[in-house]
């Protein structure tokens, strides 16, 4: 079991080593790359091999990456990407940036790569099940030469429920290496997160770990909404989860406070699970 921190956290900044190195000083072993370009540049091969060196230096791994949603964190006039519009040529565009970042995994290995299929609440055109199919097969075919699986994440969509990726990955992907992302918080925001954990268990190969109080998309740190997380962490247990559990936090207070309360946190999800 390893615990990693995204970093979702500094998503309004570019990132640096410092960045690293903070997350590192709070005794976590690894990282998901949030992969938007005012964040982090994958289109430039130098920026790849200077994050590289970063977490040679720090001491952490990239346990994944997530797949372009915006260009632009917290822009007007940011273009959003969807694996699930009927746009043809939006969801090619949003199938050239998930294969552009890929250039990282050329430098850098990781583990999986997590991709939305569709947008939170999105409707009709925005959320295509054919389309969102057709993505998660282009996507999966240019992941493979790379060592790397591709986890469908559970968010907040008709599309992205544990029930729905479950229906879609045996409807269309038996026999692949494709998976789901459990995403507590959004789990908790679409109903009963054990349930969630229960349905996806065959399939769940990583995860995002946050906290909601059932209102609103928070990305608090576990313990600090409502998720009933013994209920949780014992249905972890009971499907005999052993992967990452990687926390996906939002910058609610100064980065430090906030990996000191995940610290804490984690401390408390391996008394659960140790129990």
């Not at 008709?158 to 879609?168: E, F, G, I, Q, R």
């Not at 679409?190 to 990583?206: K, N, S």
């Not at 990996?259 to 408390?268: D, G, I, K, M």
Request: proline share 3%.
């Amino acid at each position: 079991m390893r615990f990693g921190i995204s970093t979702h956290l500094y998503h309004d900044q570019r990132l640096s080593r410092e960045h690293l190195a903070q997350i590192a000083g709070y005794g976590f072993e690894t990282i998901e790359l949030f992969a938007t370009r005012s964040h982090f540049d994958y289109h430039d091969p130098a920026a790849i091999v200077q994050l590289a060196a970063w977490l040679k230096e720090t001491g952490l791994t990239l346990h994944s990456i997530h797949a372009p949603i915006t260009d632009a964190y917290g822009r007007d006039d940011a273009t959003t990407y969807s694996t699930a519009t009927a746009d043809a040529a939006r969801r090619q565009l949003a199938v050239r940036e998930t294969e552009a970042a890929f250039a990282i995994l050329r430098t850098i290995p990781a583990n999986v790569v997590v991709v939305h299929l569709g947008t939170p609440g999105g409707k009709g055109g925005d959320n295509s099940r054919g389309a969102a199919s057709k993505s998660l097969e282009e996507i999966c075919r240019l992941a493979e030469p790379l060592g790397v699986r591709v986890a469908a994440e559970v968010i907040p969509n008709d599309l992205s429920s544990s029930a729905s990726l479950v229906a879609m990955l045996e409807r269309d992907f038996e026999g692949t290496s494709v998976g789901i992302c459990l995403d507590f918080g959004h789990a908790h925001l679409m109903g009963d997160v054990p349930d969630a954990i229960e349905t996806a268990a065959e399939h769940l190969i990583t995860t995002h770990v946050h906290d909601n109080r059932r209102r609103s998309d928070d990305h608090l740190v576990p313990y600090q909404g409502t998720i009933d997380w013994a209920a949780a962490l014992l249905m972890m247990q009971k499907i005999g989860y052993d992967g990452t559990y990687l926390l996906e936090l939002a910058g609610t207070a100064d980065p430090a406070a906030v990996l000191e309360e995940a610290r804490r946190a984690r401390q408390r999800i391996e008394r659960a699970l140790a129990g």
